[in-house]
Protein backbone atom coordinates (compact mmCIF):
# COMPACT_ATOMS: atom_id res chain seq x y z
CA UNK A 1 0.00 0.00 0.00
CA UNK A 2 2.90 2.30 0.68
CA UNK A 3 4.57 1.72 -2.23
CA UNK A 4 1.32 2.19 -4.47
CA UNK A 5 0.52 5.52 -2.73
CA UNK A 6 4.55 6.58 -3.08
CA UNK A 7 4.24 6.06 -6.81
CA UNK A 8 0.85 7.86 -7.09
CA UNK A 9 2.44 10.70 -5.29
CA UNK A 10 5.75 10.60 -8.18
CA UNK A 11 3.61 10.79 -10.41
CA UNK A 12 1.79 13.83 -9.30
CA UNK A 13 5.15 15.38 -8.92
CA UNK A 14 6.54 14.58 -12.43
CA UNK A 15 3.18 15.50 -14.17
CA UNK A 16 3.09 18.79 -12.13
CA UNK A 17 6.40 19.33 -12.98
CA UNK A 18 5.86 18.46 -16.81
CA UNK A 19 2.66 20.75 -17.04
CA UNK A 20 4.74 23.82 -15.58
CA UNK A 21 7.67 23.43 -17.67
CA UNK A 22 5.51 23.00 -20.79
CA UNK A 23 3.18 26.26 -20.19
CA UNK A 24 6.58 27.92 -19.43
CA UNK A 25 8.09 26.63 -23.16
CA UNK A 26 4.47 27.10 -24.69
CA UNK A 27 4.82 30.96 -23.98
CA UNK A 28 8.37 31.37 -24.87
CA UNK A 29 7.04 29.25 -28.40
CA UNK A 30 4.65 32.01 -28.53
CA UNK A 31 6.36 35.02 -27.99
CA UNK A 32 9.00 33.88 -30.48
CA UNK A 33 7.11 33.06 -33.09
CA UNK A 34 5.70 36.92 -32.88
CA UNK A 35 8.76 38.04 -32.33
CA UNK A 36 10.50 36.34 -35.27
CA UNK A 37 7.54 37.53 -37.40
CA UNK A 38 8.46 40.99 -36.76
CA UNK A 39 11.72 40.70 -37.27
CA UNK A 40 11.17 39.55 -40.61
CA UNK A 41 8.81 42.40 -41.19
CA UNK A 42 10.55 44.89 -40.19
CA UNK A 43 14.36 44.47 -41.16
CA UNK A 44 15.47 48.10 -39.77
CA UNK A 45 15.06 46.05 -36.30
CA UNK A 46 19.00 44.93 -36.88
CA UNK A 47 20.33 48.38 -36.46
CA UNK A 48 19.43 47.63 -32.60
CA UNK A 49 21.41 44.88 -32.62
CA UNK A 50 24.30 46.76 -30.62
CA UNK A 51 21.67 48.30 -28.15
CA UNK A 52 19.98 44.61 -27.44
CA UNK A 53 23.51 43.58 -26.64
CA UNK A 54 24.52 45.83 -24.38
CA UNK A 55 21.14 45.07 -22.19
CA UNK A 56 22.23 41.56 -21.95
CA UNK A 57 25.95 42.47 -20.94
CA UNK A 58 24.30 44.22 -18.35
CA UNK A 59 21.96 41.97 -17.54
CA UNK A 60 24.88 39.31 -16.97
CA UNK A 61 26.94 41.30 -15.25
CA UNK A 62 24.78 41.95 -12.87
CA UNK A 63 23.08 38.78 -12.02
CA UNK A 64 25.30 37.22 -9.33
CA UNK A 65 24.42 40.48 -7.59
CA UNK A 66 20.76 40.26 -8.10
CA UNK A 67 21.17 36.36 -7.09
CA UNK A 68 22.94 37.30 -3.80
CA UNK A 69 19.83 39.53 -3.11
CA UNK A 70 17.04 36.72 -3.73
CA UNK A 71 19.54 33.90 -1.96
CA UNK A 72 20.02 36.36 1.28
CA UNK A 73 16.15 37.53 1.19
CA UNK A 74 14.33 33.99 0.49
CA UNK A 75 17.10 32.41 2.00
CA UNK A 76 16.42 28.82 0.03
CA UNK A 77 19.09 26.76 -2.07
CA UNK A 78 16.71 27.19 -4.84
CA UNK A 79 19.12 30.29 -5.75
CA UNK A 80 22.38 28.90 -4.28
CA UNK A 81 24.46 28.46 -7.55
CA UNK A 82 22.89 31.45 -10.12
CA UNK A 83 21.40 28.65 -12.40
CA UNK A 84 18.14 28.93 -11.57
CA UNK A 85 18.36 32.91 -11.73
CA UNK A 86 20.15 32.76 -15.40
CA UNK A 87 17.73 29.86 -16.42
CA UNK A 88 14.33 32.20 -16.47
CA UNK A 89 16.19 35.15 -17.57
CA UNK A 90 17.39 33.53 -20.90
CA UNK A 91 13.42 33.73 -22.16
CA UNK A 92 13.20 37.36 -22.21
CA UNK A 93 16.96 37.60 -23.09
CA UNK A 94 16.30 35.09 -26.05
CA UNK A 95 13.39 37.53 -27.24
CA UNK A 96 15.55 40.01 -27.40
CA UNK A 97 18.49 38.30 -29.22
CA UNK A 98 15.49 36.75 -31.88
CA UNK A 99 13.60 40.06 -32.17
CA UNK A 100 17.02 42.06 -33.45
CA UNK A 101 18.09 39.14 -35.89
CA UNK A 102 20.90 37.34 -34.11
CA UNK A 103 21.81 33.95 -35.23
CA UNK A 104 21.14 31.90 -32.35
CA UNK A 105 19.14 29.03 -31.51
CA UNK A 106 16.07 28.31 -29.27
CA UNK A 107 16.52 24.54 -27.79
CA UNK A 108 19.09 25.86 -25.46
CA UNK A 109 16.74 28.32 -23.90
CA UNK A 110 14.03 25.84 -23.15
CA UNK A 111 16.51 22.73 -21.77
CA UNK A 112 17.64 25.99 -19.49
CA UNK A 113 14.12 27.25 -18.59
CA UNK A 114 12.50 23.56 -18.11
CA UNK A 115 15.98 22.83 -15.51
CA UNK A 116 15.18 25.73 -13.32
CA UNK A 117 11.07 25.31 -13.65
CA UNK A 118 12.09 21.83 -12.31
CA UNK A 119 13.88 22.81 -9.24
CA UNK A 120 11.25 25.46 -8.70
CA UNK A 121 8.50 23.20 -8.76
CA UNK A 122 10.45 20.53 -6.64
CA UNK A 123 10.93 23.48 -3.85
CA UNK A 124 7.68 24.35 -3.19
CA UNK A 125 5.83 21.06 -3.61
CA UNK A 126 5.71 19.14 -0.26
CA UNK A 127 7.03 16.34 -1.71
CA UNK A 128 10.59 16.51 -2.38
CA UNK A 129 13.24 14.68 -4.86
CA UNK A 130 16.41 13.96 -2.30
CA UNK A 131 18.98 16.51 -2.38
CA UNK A 132 21.51 13.98 -3.29
CA UNK A 133 19.04 13.72 -6.40
CA UNK A 134 19.53 16.85 -7.08
CA UNK A 135 21.10 15.72 -11.17
CA UNK A 136 17.52 14.20 -11.10
CA UNK A 137 15.80 17.61 -10.70
CA UNK A 138 17.92 18.65 -13.73
CA UNK A 139 16.99 16.01 -15.93
CA UNK A 140 13.66 16.17 -15.32
CA UNK A 141 13.71 20.14 -16.72
CA UNK A 142 15.86 19.44 -19.80
CA UNK A 143 13.72 16.64 -20.85
CA UNK A 144 10.47 18.08 -20.22
CA UNK A 145 11.61 21.44 -21.93
CA UNK A 146 13.11 20.08 -24.70
CA UNK A 147 10.15 17.73 -25.95
CA UNK A 148 7.60 20.22 -25.29
CA UNK A 149 10.06 22.76 -27.85
CA UNK A 150 10.58 20.63 -29.98
CA UNK A 151 8.55 17.93 -29.97
CA UNK A 152 10.40 14.52 -29.50
CA UNK A 153 10.37 12.84 -26.16
CA UNK A 154 12.23 9.52 -26.46
CA UNK A 155 14.97 12.17 -28.17
CA UNK A 156 14.58 14.68 -24.75
CA UNK A 157 14.69 11.80 -22.23
CA UNK A 158 18.10 10.54 -23.64
CA UNK A 159 19.35 13.60 -24.46
CA UNK A 160 18.42 14.65 -20.45
CA UNK A 161 21.06 12.21 -19.49
CA UNK A 162 24.01 12.13 -22.24
CA UNK A 163 24.33 16.01 -22.33
CA UNK A 164 24.44 16.26 -18.16
CA UNK A 165 25.95 13.16 -18.03
CA UNK A 166 28.51 14.59 -15.64
CA UNK A 167 26.03 15.01 -13.08
CA UNK A 168 25.61 12.78 -10.16
CA UNK A 169 23.27 10.21 -9.79
CA UNK A 170 22.40 8.07 -7.00
CA UNK A 171 20.70 5.44 -8.80
CA UNK A 172 22.14 3.09 -11.25
CA UNK A 173 18.91 1.42 -12.37
CA UNK A 174 16.18 2.62 -15.02
CA UNK A 175 14.14 4.58 -12.74
CA UNK A 176 15.23 7.77 -13.18
CA UNK A 177 15.37 7.45 -16.99
CA UNK A 178 12.15 6.08 -17.31
CA UNK A 179 10.78 9.66 -14.86
CA UNK A 180 12.10 11.55 -17.73
CA UNK A 181 10.58 9.54 -20.12
CA UNK A 182 6.92 9.98 -18.32
CA UNK A 183 8.30 14.15 -17.76
CA UNK A 184 8.91 14.37 -21.83
CA UNK A 185 5.37 12.21 -22.88
CA UNK A 186 3.36 14.51 -20.63
CA UNK A 187 4.91 17.78 -21.16
CA UNK A 188 4.56 16.99 -25.15
CA UNK A 189 1.42 16.06 -24.60
CA UNK A 190 0.31 19.11 -22.71
CA UNK A 191 2.22 21.54 -24.97
CA UNK A 192 0.51 20.42 -28.04
CA UNK A 193 -2.95 19.15 -26.56
CA UNK A 194 -3.49 22.24 -23.97
CA UNK A 195 -1.30 24.84 -25.28
CA UNK A 196 -1.89 23.76 -28.87
CA UNK A 197 1.81 24.35 -29.74
CA UNK A 198 2.47 23.56 -33.58
CA UNK A 199 5.79 21.66 -33.77
CA UNK A 200 7.58 22.33 -37.31
CA UNK A 201 7.24 18.99 -39.49
CA UNK A 202 9.92 17.28 -41.76
CA UNK A 203 9.66 14.52 -44.22
CA UNK A 204 11.56 12.70 -46.55
CA UNK A 205 11.08 9.57 -48.74
CA UNK A 206 12.41 6.04 -48.67
CA UNK A 207 15.86 6.02 -50.02
CA UNK A 208 17.02 2.76 -51.65
CA UNK A 209 20.70 1.36 -50.51
CA UNK A 210 23.21 1.63 -52.75
CA UNK A 211 26.71 1.92 -52.87
CA UNK A 212 26.29 5.67 -54.25
CA UNK A 213 24.00 5.89 -50.85
CA UNK A 214 27.08 4.57 -48.73
CA UNK A 215 29.63 6.34 -50.31
CA UNK A 216 27.63 9.32 -49.71
CA UNK A 217 27.28 8.82 -46.12
CA UNK A 218 30.96 8.32 -45.80
CA UNK A 219 31.64 11.20 -47.66
CA UNK A 220 28.65 13.39 -45.13
CA UNK A 221 30.16 11.97 -42.15
CA UNK A 222 33.83 13.29 -42.87
CA UNK A 223 32.82 17.08 -43.89
CA UNK A 224 30.60 17.21 -41.21
CA UNK A 225 33.51 16.24 -38.94
CA UNK A 226 35.10 18.91 -40.28
CA UNK A 227 32.43 21.44 -40.12
CA UNK A 228 32.16 20.48 -36.49
CA UNK A 229 35.36 21.34 -35.82
CA UNK A 230 35.36 24.36 -37.54
CA UNK A 231 32.32 25.57 -35.76
CA UNK A 232 33.92 24.57 -32.19
CA UNK A 233 36.95 26.59 -33.30
CA UNK A 234 35.39 29.80 -34.30
CA UNK A 235 33.13 29.74 -31.19
CA UNK A 236 36.40 29.59 -29.21
CA UNK A 237 38.29 32.04 -30.87
CA UNK A 238 35.22 34.25 -31.04
CA UNK A 239 34.63 34.36 -27.26
CA UNK A 240 38.13 34.66 -26.92
CA UNK A 241 38.46 38.12 -28.61
CA UNK A 242 35.13 38.80 -26.93
CA UNK A 243 36.49 38.86 -23.87
CA UNK A 244 38.86 40.78 -24.27
CA UNK A 245 36.51 43.71 -24.54
CA UNK A 246 34.76 42.76 -20.70
CA UNK A 247 36.04 46.18 -19.14
CA UNK A 248 33.65 47.93 -21.33
CA UNK A 249 30.48 46.23 -22.13
CA UNK A 250 29.39 49.30 -24.62
CA UNK A 251 32.72 48.91 -27.17
CA UNK A 252 31.97 45.39 -27.19
CA UNK A 253 28.41 45.38 -27.80
CA UNK A 254 28.95 48.34 -30.32
CA UNK A 255 31.62 46.54 -32.43
CA UNK A 256 29.77 42.93 -32.38
CA UNK A 257 26.30 44.38 -32.48
CA UNK A 258 27.51 46.55 -35.36
CA UNK A 259 29.46 44.25 -37.10
CA UNK A 260 26.24 41.68 -37.39
CA UNK A 261 23.87 44.50 -38.28
CA UNK A 262 26.20 45.90 -41.24
CA UNK A 263 26.54 42.47 -42.27
CA UNK A 264 23.30 41.63 -42.43
CA UNK A 265 21.95 44.44 -44.28
CA UNK A 266 23.51 42.74 -47.10
CA UNK A 267 20.64 40.65 -48.77
CA UNK A 268 23.36 38.25 -49.05
CA UNK A 269 24.10 37.60 -45.30
CA UNK A 270 20.18 37.99 -44.23
CA UNK A 271 19.47 34.60 -45.18
CA UNK A 272 21.41 33.79 -41.67
CA UNK A 273 19.48 35.93 -39.26
CA UNK A 274 17.69 33.85 -36.69
CA UNK A 275 17.20 30.11 -36.14
CA UNK A 276 18.02 28.72 -39.46
CA UNK A 277 14.05 27.69 -40.18
CA UNK A 278 14.33 29.02 -43.78
CA UNK A 279 17.63 27.43 -44.43
CA UNK A 280 16.48 24.15 -42.66
CA UNK A 281 13.13 23.96 -45.29
CA UNK A 282 14.84 24.32 -48.43
CA UNK A 283 17.14 21.76 -47.79
CA UNK A 284 14.29 18.72 -48.01
CA UNK A 285 12.95 20.86 -51.30
CA UNK A 286 13.92 18.65 -53.69
CA UNK A 287 13.57 21.12 -56.77
CA UNK A 288 15.47 23.89 -54.39
CA UNK A 289 17.73 26.50 -56.25
CA UNK A 290 18.54 29.61 -54.79
CA UNK A 291 19.63 32.63 -56.44
CA UNK A 292 21.94 33.42 -52.88
CA UNK A 293 25.27 33.44 -54.27
CA UNK A 294 27.02 32.22 -51.62
CA UNK A 295 24.12 28.84 -51.19
CA UNK A 296 26.55 26.16 -51.19
CA UNK A 297 28.40 27.59 -48.21
CA UNK A 298 25.32 28.22 -46.19
CA UNK A 299 26.57 25.77 -43.86
CA UNK A 300 29.87 27.63 -43.35
CA UNK A 301 28.43 31.34 -43.18
CA UNK A 302 25.86 29.64 -40.84
CA UNK A 303 28.20 28.25 -38.23
CA UNK A 304 30.54 32.28 -38.96
CA UNK A 305 27.42 33.91 -37.71
CA UNK A 306 26.29 31.69 -35.36
CA UNK A 307 29.30 31.32 -33.47
CA UNK A 308 29.66 34.92 -33.84
CA UNK A 309 26.72 35.90 -32.34
CA UNK A 310 27.03 33.64 -29.44
CA UNK A 311 31.02 34.52 -28.85
CA UNK A 312 29.87 38.12 -28.33
CA UNK A 313 27.00 37.71 -25.88
CA UNK A 314 23.67 37.31 -27.47
CA UNK A 315 21.19 34.25 -25.62
CA UNK A 316 19.24 31.26 -27.39
CA UNK A 317 21.61 28.47 -27.66
CA UNK A 318 22.78 26.88 -30.97
CA UNK A 319 20.48 23.48 -31.50
CA UNK A 320 18.31 24.62 -34.44
CA UNK A 321 21.32 26.75 -36.15
CA UNK A 322 23.46 23.65 -35.99
CA UNK A 323 20.51 21.42 -37.51
CA UNK A 324 20.68 23.62 -40.42
CA UNK A 325 24.11 23.46 -40.82
CA UNK A 326 23.86 19.98 -40.91
CA UNK A 327 21.00 19.97 -43.63
CA UNK A 328 22.49 22.55 -46.10
CA UNK A 329 25.91 20.67 -45.65
CA UNK A 330 24.06 17.25 -46.86
CA UNK A 331 22.20 19.21 -49.32
CA UNK A 332 24.77 19.95 -51.10
CA UNK A 333 26.89 17.30 -51.37
CA UNK A 334 23.25 15.28 -52.38
CA UNK A 335 23.62 17.60 -55.51
CA UNK A 336 26.69 16.44 -56.14
CA UNK A 337 26.24 12.87 -55.53
CA UNK A 338 23.03 12.79 -57.49
CA UNK A 339 21.14 11.25 -54.29
CA UNK A 340 17.79 12.04 -52.80
CA UNK A 341 17.89 15.85 -51.81
CA UNK A 342 15.07 15.41 -48.93
CA UNK A 343 16.68 12.09 -47.62
CA UNK A 344 20.12 13.39 -47.41
CA UNK A 345 18.97 16.30 -45.04
CA UNK A 346 16.55 14.18 -43.18
CA UNK A 347 20.69 11.94 -42.56
CA UNK A 348 22.16 15.75 -42.01
CA UNK A 349 19.78 17.11 -39.40
CA UNK A 350 21.01 15.81 -36.44
CA UNK A 351 24.69 14.77 -37.98
CA UNK A 352 26.65 18.27 -36.95
CA UNK A 353 24.42 18.57 -33.80
CA UNK A 354 25.24 15.28 -32.34
CA UNK A 355 28.92 16.06 -32.97
CA UNK A 356 29.33 19.41 -31.57
CA UNK A 357 27.58 18.78 -28.38
CA UNK A 358 28.91 15.32 -28.09
CA UNK A 359 25.60 13.68 -28.18
CA UNK A 360 26.01 10.40 -30.27
CA UNK A 361 22.91 8.50 -29.05
CA UNK A 362 21.01 11.61 -28.84
CA UNK A 363 21.33 12.73 -32.59
CA UNK A 364 20.92 8.60 -33.43
CA UNK A 365 17.24 8.52 -31.67
CA UNK A 366 16.33 11.75 -33.05
CA UNK A 367 17.21 10.82 -36.71
CA UNK A 368 15.06 7.57 -35.60
CA UNK A 369 12.49 9.57 -34.15
CA UNK A 370 11.92 12.45 -37.10
CA UNK A 371 12.15 10.12 -39.95
CA UNK A 372 11.35 6.76 -39.37
CA UNK A 373 13.18 3.69 -40.26
CA UNK A 374 14.21 4.96 -43.49
CA UNK A 375 16.12 7.30 -43.86
CA UNK A 376 16.16 7.30 -40.23
CA UNK A 377 18.47 4.46 -39.81
CA UNK A 378 21.34 6.04 -42.28
CA UNK A 379 20.94 8.97 -39.54
CA UNK A 380 21.53 6.78 -36.60
CA UNK A 381 24.50 4.88 -37.84
CA UNK A 382 26.55 8.00 -39.07
CA UNK A 383 25.92 9.91 -36.11
CA UNK A 384 27.17 6.32 -33.76
CA UNK A 385 30.17 5.09 -36.24
CA UNK A 386 32.05 8.09 -36.82
CA UNK A 387 31.71 9.99 -33.50
CA UNK A 388 32.59 7.08 -31.82
CA UNK A 389 35.89 7.30 -33.45
CA UNK A 390 36.91 11.18 -33.32
CA UNK A 391 35.83 11.91 -30.00
CA UNK A 392 36.27 10.88 -26.04
CA UNK A 393 33.47 11.93 -23.46
CA UNK A 394 35.93 13.48 -20.50
CA UNK A 395 34.17 13.51 -17.52
Known amino acids: MKNSSRIFLSLIHLSLVAFFVASLAAFFSFGLKFIIHLNVQYTFLIYLLPLALFVTLLVEKNLPQWNERLERNWRSELWKDGSTLQGLLLLPLSWMSHFVGASVGREGVAVQLGRSSARIINAVLPQKIRSE ?104 RFSAQAELFNSSLWRRALLGGGALAVLFSFSAFARYKGLGVNLINESFMENASSSMPFNGFDWALKSLFTSFSLAVGFKGGEVTPLFAMGVTLAHGLAQFFLVPVAAAAAVGFALVFSIVLRVPISGAVLALELFGFNPGLAGAIVCLFPLLLLYRRHA
Do not use: M
Open 133 to 236: DAGLVARLGVAAGFSAVFGTPVTASVFAFEWLAILPESSRNLRPFVACLFCAVVAHQCAVKVFFVQHDTLSAAAVAWSLRWILFLVVLSLFAAVLARFHVYLLN
